[in-house]
């Protein structure tokens, strides 16, 4: 891995350790001398990730839609920010720059992201690792029903797998950096008989 991908929250949220996670993400991340790609806002999770990897020598490249700059969102201490027409856009640059992904607290956007990397790794369009950093188990209902999802036979265990879930930042890196992707590329599953 080179550059991670951060998708989280352009709110802080209720709790004063969403903040501190992210920072605390964008610390580790500089420590481990990798680069962070992420939404290019200054507010919310998205400003503490960035705060954190900057603070700390790390290397930050933003990507922020072209809407969203216009709002004065775009974090004045990057030295590199893409603006993007669209979210479409913004994502598929995030993609296309970054060796891994990892999801915070966040909200309809965070998820929208999570599980198009999920789809594309499930599709084979990409090996990258896929980290959920789940603080104060904001995340257990969402993979509770992820394992629903293998239970209930629309998600196969191997493809589960894919989602690396730790509630410690070290951990989540840790996990990433020996993550093997699944080597089955046949997504679909044969009629069942029943």
Known sequence: MKYISVFCGSAEGKEKIYVEQAFGLGKAIAERNYGLIYGG?????MGAVADGALDN???VIGVLPKFLAEK???HPRLKK???VETMHERKAKMNELSDAVIALPGGFGTLEELFEMLTW???SLHKKPIGLLNTLGYYDLLVTFIDKMVDSYFLKEEYR?????D???LGLLNKME???PPKNDKWFEPKMNK
């Open 81 to 83: 920010n893409y603006i």
């Open 57 to 59: 020598g790390g290397e």
């Open 41 to 45: 806002a200054h507010v919310g999770l």
């Open 161 to 165: 797998k894919m989602l690396l879930v």
């Open 178 to 180: 020996y993550y093997v």
């Open 72 to 74: 004065e969102l775009a």
């Open 167 to 169: 509630n410690d930042i």
């Open 121 to 123: 790794g499930q599709l």
